[in-house]
């Protein structure tokens, strides 16, 4: 058991001499407790010097050992579920030197990556995808006519998705072989809800089933007949509830439940199984956050880690803590339910990183956690609407794209009064491509009915989300991941005229720059130094057509500015209605680029894209020339 990370890296002998799976193989069975405990303790020791996800990775240390001890990877497929556990996948698998380069730019991503490695067989940021992908590679080795294994690793918080449904419902119909690993430890990101993962947890522990069970055996075993037929009704009752019987009548031969921390016993297990015909599930039980006591203790406050800085950089840091967009919301939400008891609060797993704790603990009747679960976050949300309530969606930009049929067909078309509140919309920095937040404006802005919202600091913030509170229908707030820029806070509740923008700065240059969201303070740097018209367009959508015609008579350029695919975004609002209306002006729309972009810190990616100071000057100063 570790209490502290280690600073300096730790003795791992054995570890250093796998380079690759087929090293960690040659192995006798007797030393692979000995490469539990070292990649346990260079997990933590990279983890803390890079940051980023390691509980999960810290629960399935023994598993991902014995699972490439067994199997013959990367010949045979091993599809990780979301990948904030597949850190000791990347140690083994010929990373171990480069993981002091995990979320920086050029460096090894935070999730599997096939672009990385022939070992990461499936892109995972997003969960619930594990099995679906598996069932694909399976009938791509029917098709080739191949015997290589095809195993999926997917953890109980992610069988809450409907995509894992779906998929388990195929699996069972089609004639194939594969191996499903629900790894469960009953957790998350935050704890893990719903009457799935409750089942798992209390699947044997119910006290009143056990002071029953106990309490007969004592009475009727002094009658035979009588605790014959009593043991035969248990039986049947256990089978009626028993994770086998779930599992058996969608078609899979069931295994479990086995400690996930035995790596012998994992071992065993699976070289018995893993030539068994047809759709098998292993369900193994861990701790998430194993071997380390912090993350044991508080597993979903440690689900991921910041970069430990050494207490000298500590002391020449600013003091001043900033608030995140995250913790604003949070307020905001706590603030506007003081006031209105219609006001409901839903989240899909994303309570603490939404800013939401505060909230659940105050109103517990009125928060709603539906777990990984976004379509039915925002259509349970439509429910409500029907009927006299005020929902308010906090989820992430990259996960309300997985419910976005949802806002369309549940939301949008019924008009109903819904209140999105889009966290970590734009780059997101280390999390790369799978969480940037890239394309919300340009998906949200084509739905009829919507009101679409890109607040610049933390005040227009709370006046956004409050406008959009007592907006009539679907409305949508987006802002970014991180600290807050410490401007003054107004304590009221304040709201802002629908579809009407801001000017921030009067220039003479004949250029306006019209800034959508969090790039204001770089936009009013570059206003300044080209002495340019400054403009907080605050709204996408209904757009401001009555400040943008008066720009395009008195400048010769509009510039947009935004934190969002160009394709599609804001900038294309812009550019539609100066086409509508035959203005004669020039558009210059800077974003981001069209292409993915890859992890790293997020001022850099910004800086890269053109969208810093100098970039936004230089792209100014170009079109002019």
């Not at 999730?111 to 099995?131: L, P, Q």
């Not at 195993?151 to 894992?164: F, H, K, Y």
């Not at 719903?194 to 002071?211: D, E, Q, T």
């Not at 899979?252 to 098998?280: A, C, M, Q, S």
Request: glycine share 10%; hydrophobic share 40%.
């Amino acid at each position: 058991m570790f209490e502290k990370i280690p600073l300096e890296r730790p003795d791992t002998p054995l570890l250093d001499s796998i380079d690759s799976p087929a090293d960690l193989r040659e192995l006798s069975p007797e030393q692979l407790g000995d490469v539990v405990n070292e990649l346990r303790h260079y997990l933590l020791f990279t983890v803390g010097k890079t940051g980023g996800h390691f509980g999960a990775g810290l629960g399935v240390v023994e598993l991902t050992i014995a699972l490439h001890y067994v199997f013959d990877t990367p010949e045979d497929k091993l599809v990780w579920d979301v990948g904030h556990q597949s850190y000791p996948h990347k140690i083994l698998t010929g990373r171990r030197e480069q993981m002091l380069t995990m979320r920086q730019s050029d460096g090894l991503a935070a999730f599997t990556n096939r672009n990385e490695s022939d070992y990461d067989t499936f892109g995972a940021g997003h969960s619930s995808t594990s099995i679906s992908a598996a069932l694909g590679m399976m009938i791509s080795a029917q098709q080739q006519e191949s015997e290589r294994k095809i195993v999926a690793v997917i953890g109980d918080g992610a069988m809450t998705a409907g995509l894992s449904f779906e998929a388990l419902n195929h699996a069972g119909d089609l004639e194939g072989d594969i191996l499903i690993i629900l790894n469960d430890n009953n957790m998350s990101i935050s704890r893990n809800v719903g009457g799935l993962s409750s089942y798992f947890a209390r699947m044997w522990a119910s006290k009143p089933y056990n002071v029953l069970r106990s309490g007969s055996k004592k009475v009727l075993s002094a009658v035979p007949p009588a605790w014959k037929a009593a043991h035969r009704a248990e039986e049947y009752m256990k089978g009626m509830v028993s994770p086998a019987t779930i599992f058996e009548e969608l078609g899979f031969t069931y295994f479990g439940l086995i400690d996930g921390h035995d790596v012998d016993g994992l071992v065993n297990i699976l070289n018995n199984i893993k030539d068994l015909k047809g759709p098998r599930l292993l369900h193994v039980v861990t701790q998430k956050g194993k071997g380390y006591l912090p993350a044991e203790e508080d597993p979903f406050g440690m689900h991921a880690l910041s970069k430990l800085v050494p207490e000298s950089e500590i002391q020449n840091q600013s003091s001043v803590s900033l608030p995140s967009y995250s913790n604003i919301f949070g307020n905001w939400l706590c603030q506007m339910a003081e006031i209105d008891n219609n006001l409901i609060g839903i989240t899909p797993a994303m309570s603490e990183g939404s800013g939401m704790r505060e909230f659940e603990e105050l109103y517990p009747d009125r928060f709603f956690d539906v777990g990984i679960a976004e379509q039915h976050a925002v259509t349970f949300a439509a429910g409500m609407a029907c009927d006299g309530l005020k929902p308010v969606v906090a989820i992430y930009s990259s996960f309300l794209q997985r419910g976005y049929d949802q806002l369309v067909h549940d939301v949008a078309i019924q008009n109903l009064d819904v209140l999105f509140a889009i966290d970590r919309a734009g780059l997101v920095g280390e999390d790369g491509p799978t969480h940037a937040g890239s394309f919300d404006l340009s998906y949200l802005r084509c739905i009829p009915n919507m009101l679409v919202m890109t607040p610049s600091d933390e005040e227009e913030t709370r006046k956004m989300l409050t406008a959009g509170y007592y907006y009539k229908g679907p409305a949508a707030v987006r802002y970014p991941r991180g600290k807050a820029t410490g401007c003054e806070i107004d304590k009221e509740l304040k709201d802002l005229e629908i579809g009407k923008a801001k000017l921030c700065r009067e220039g003479k240059g004949g250029v306006a720059i019209l800034v959508f969201g969090t790039l204001l303070a770089k936009g009013k740097i570059v206003a300044e130094e080209l002495d340019a018209t400054l403009v907080d367009m605050r709204f996408v959508k209904p757009i401001d057509e009555t400040l943008i015609k008066t720009l395009a008579n008195s400048h010769s350029l509009l510039v947009t500015l935004e934190e969002n695919a160009i394709k599609g975004g804001a900038g294309s609002a812009v550019n539609e209605y100066i086409e509508a209306e035959n203005l004669s002006v020039s558009a210059l729309n800077l974003g981001l680029p069209d292409r993915f972009l890859e992890h790293g810190k997020a001022d850099d990616m910004l800086a890269a894209c053109g969208l810093d100071a100098k970039g936004i000057s230089s792209s100014i100063r170009q079109r002019l020339e």
